[in-house]
């Protein structure tokens, strides 16, 4: 027993224009590669990268983006997939650049201590007399 929906009556008669011709309906072209929908990096951005919670609408975008892949409407999957990678990589560089910044500010200010040590230790390293407090 056949239970596909919808079901195709095979004796139906085929759709004619006016003058009694037949429609024809072609692809033109192969077809575009399947819409990305980012999950797996927003996955990783919720967990891990979550400043701002820009990680978690990245996860909802990509969740929407696979929703409409599935669903057969590949324009929506392919903005929702877009915007997801806009949050994603707005979760990466709010991630990363903060402690990169950081480490060059520690490594500059290390830097700059280590010359005003060398200057200073000859004022250390002076030896007084008693005569001195004299």
């Not at 990096?41 to 609408?57: A, M, P, Q």
């Not at 892949?69 to 903060?98: H, Q």
Request: net charge positive; with cysteine.
């Amino acid at each position: 027993m056949d239970t596909s929906y919808p079901r195709e009556d095979p004796r139906a008669p085929m759709p004619r224009k006016a003058d009694g011709a037949l429609h024809t309906a072609l692809t033109l072209g192969a077809p575009g590669p399947p819409p990305r929908d980012h999950l797996i990096w927003s996955v990783f951005s919720t967990l891990y990268l979550n400043l701002c919670c820009l990680g978690f609408l990245a996860l909802a975008y990509s969740i929407k983006a696979r929703d409409q892949k599935m669903a057969g409407d590949l324009e929506a999957a392919r903005r929702f997939g877009s915007k997801a990678k806009c949050y994603n990589i707005l979760a990466t560089m709010w991630a990363l650049v903060p402690p990169l910044l950081l480490l060059a500010l520690v490594v500059t200010g290390a830097l700059h201590l280590s010359r005003l040590a060398k200057g200073s230790a000859a004022f250390f390293s002076t030896k007084f007399d008693d005569s001195d407090y004299d």
